[in-house]
């Protein structure tokens, strides 16, 4: 990285999280906006959630009612950008025309947040659109850095990389998982985007204590939270963002919320997608624990029973 | 075992992910695995693999959902299978999968009773096409009010302004898509259709036209002057009534699909 990037993004990474129209005093719990909701949100009812979070490439491309709706919605309510086509960490190099549409969108929604994952997504003339895994080597991490860097220089501004749900790894290692990803944002200047489901679905996959995961990462590298539901196999445990979330990942949420409670938290719901208010009460129950944390009031000790109740 | 490069590992990735069914993976990626949970490293990979195969199979469900109504699940999932095989995706939008769908559609004529399919699927394509366009600024009736339209003038469609056309009612079928399955032989299907699709604040609209009609536009839209798109039209169509000519100049007027009038001037 250059010294004058370096700086910059140094600076940034300092001040992660939420931005305008956010209170630090308060959980910044978001949801995802879906199409499914766009009925219900459309007449602009009161919602209890602080933030949407809308895929970029639903609305980058689209100049039609999609792209109103995210507009609308922006009028209320702070927004994040995130992505699933960045493919970082394609060895075949950036895609100029995604870049391009991608800053666009930047500049119309002006988002408090940009992110997208830490993965590559397949081939460029053989898009397999998944989140596919990258083995934690010395050569994806100089590569990842330099793409981060012609990223955030292309769009002016910080990203932050999600963790993603694996099913198999590459032994061949230089690193761990989260020694590699708290590299890749020392080196690049990016955020993370601490996905706690993903966390948990890769620690029971690959055999390893979550919280070990979990500390190795300092809070100001983490730009935002994400919580979602896994399905369980029975001979893998599958990201499937389809559930509400388990108890086991409201509890690593409960550990990590208690040391950052300005981080904003995003529970992600892409099958199955329930009404919008019972996607409001999965909202609310992270609100609960940052208020056992936080807040000014503890009507009841947060424990693990409590959280068996919660999910 | 040497360690793979980063770039082996995906290209390796790749194949095993875009193979068939049953088909062996590269040992070089089997060996440089550690598969998760109770997995094996086939198992593993086969759980990318499927994964590719349903999230194609859904996006293209969601551009083509009446064709997949038409042909039922278990004919469509075999189609989609055998489409998103040999036609990889290219687009880093997901949603761009699929504009060859039609033409594939066209070749392989899965069903002998069901004809229709490929124009149903182009009609699909067009409909998502419009849907995501950006809206134009249109010329309103009253514009039209202070500049009359005479043979001279030549007119710009905005760019969501579309003209379909088909041996087969396949608006008619795409319509019914979603309901029960019996209404589909109820309806006559083999009846040419002439369309008209656009945009208007927002809302796809779909008119249907007269075969004289949608030769009138689509002179009036390759470029033709009045008077010229008239001349032509009538070669075709020499009993073009009076009425069904200011059908279409009500229509031009009223749906927003002009954004632009230039008149000719004499040379
Ligand atoms: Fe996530």
Redesign the interface.
């Known amino acids: 990285m250059t010294p004058r990037l370096e700086r910059t993004w140094q600076k940034k990474a300092h001040r992660l999280g939420p931005t305008d129209g956010m209170n630090k005093r308060q959980p910044n719990i978001g949801v995802g906006l879906r199409p499914t909701h766009y009925p219900y949100l459309e007449p602009r009812p009161q919602t209890s959630v602080s933030w949407f979070e809308a895929v970029s490439?639903?609305y980058?491309?689209?100049?039609?009612?999609?792209l109103?709706m995210l507009e609308l919605i922006r009028k209320d309510y702070p927004v994040a950008l995130h992505g699933v086509?960045l493919?970082i960490?394609?060895?075949e190099g950036l895609?100029q025309?995604?870049l391009h549409n991608l800053r666009n969108l930047v500049e119309r929604i002006d988002p408090f947040i940009v992110s997208d994952h830490l993965c590559?997504?397949?081939?460029?003339?053989?898009?397999?659109?998944?989140l596919?895994p990258?083995?934690f080597?010395d050569?994806?991490l100089n590569?990842i850095v330099d793409h981060v860097e012609q990223v955030q220089t292309y769009l002016g501004r910080q990203i932050l990389l999600e963790n993603v749900s694996?099913?198999?790894?590459?032994?061949?290692a230089d690193w761990a998982e989260w020694d590699f990803l708290k590299e890749v944002a020392k080196r690049s200047g990016c955020g993370l985007l601490l996905d706690l489901n993903n966390l948990y679905v890769?620690a029971?996959?690959?055999q390893f204590d979550p919280s070990v995961f979990l500390e190795a990462i300092p809070t100001d590298l983490i730009g935002q939270i994400h919580l979602a539901g896994y399905t369980d196999?029975g001979?893998?445990?599958?990201d499937t963002h389809s559930k509400p979330v388990y108890p086991e990942v409201w509890e690593l949420f409960s550990s990590l919320i208690a040391r950052a409670p300005e981080l904003p938290v995003l529970i992600e719901w892409d099958e199955d997608i329930p009404e919008f208010p019972l996607l409001e009460a999965e909202a609310l129950k992270a609100g609960h624990i940052w208020n056992y944390h936080h807040g000014q009031t503890h009507t009841q000790p947060i424990s693990a029973p409590v959280f068996s109740g919660l999910s | 075992m040497a360690k793979l490069t980063l770039n082996q590992f995906q290209h390796l990735f790749s194949q095993a992910s875009l193979r068939p069914e049953h088909t062996g993976v590269d040992p070089m990626l089997l060996n440089g695995i550690m598969p998760g949970g109770t997995l094996t490293s086939d198992t593993a990979l086969e759980v990318y693999r499927t994964g590719h195969i349903v999230r194609l199979t859904e996006a293209l469900g969601e551009t083509f959902e009446a064709v997949w109504w038409v042909a039922g699940d278990e004919h469509y999932f075999e189609l989609a299978q055998e489409f998103l095989l040999t036609h990889s995706s290219t687009s880093y939008n997901l949603s761009d999968f699929g504009k060859r769908f039609p033409d594939f559609l066209d070749k392989r004529q899965p069903f002998a009773d069901l004809p229709f399919l490929a124009d149903l699927a182009r009609f699909e394509w067009l409909f998502k096409e419009v849907f995501h366009l950006p809206p134009h600024v249109s010329l309103t009736p009253d514009h039209f009010h202070q500049q009359p339209l005479s043979g001279n003038l030549r007119l710009t469609f905005g760019p969501s302004f579309r003209l379909f056309r088909s041996p087969y009612a396949v608006y008619e079928v795409w319509k019914l898509r979603g309901t029960s399955q019996d209404s589909l032989p109820a309806k006559n299907w083999g009846n040419p259709q002439w369309l008209l699709c656009y945009k208007h604040q927002q809302q796809v609209f779909i008119k249907h036209l007269s075969e004289p009609e949608y030769w009138l536009l689509d002179h009036l839209s390759s470029g033709a002057s009045i008077e010229e798109a008239l001349e032509r039209t009538l070669e075709d169509f020499p009993d073009i009534t009076a009425t069904t000519v200011s059908d279409v100049f009500a229509l031009i007027k009223h749906t927003g699909i002009i954004t632009h009038l230039k008149m000719d001037f004499p040379t």
């Open positions: 490439e639903n980058m491309d689209s100049k039609g009612r999609p109103d086509s493919s960490a394609s060895t895609r025309e995604y590559w997504t397949g081939l460029q003339q053989q898009n397999l659109h998944d596919l990258i083995p080597t050569e994806a590569l694996t099913y198999l790894r590459v032994p061949e890769n029971k996959n690959h196999m001979t893998h445990l599958f």
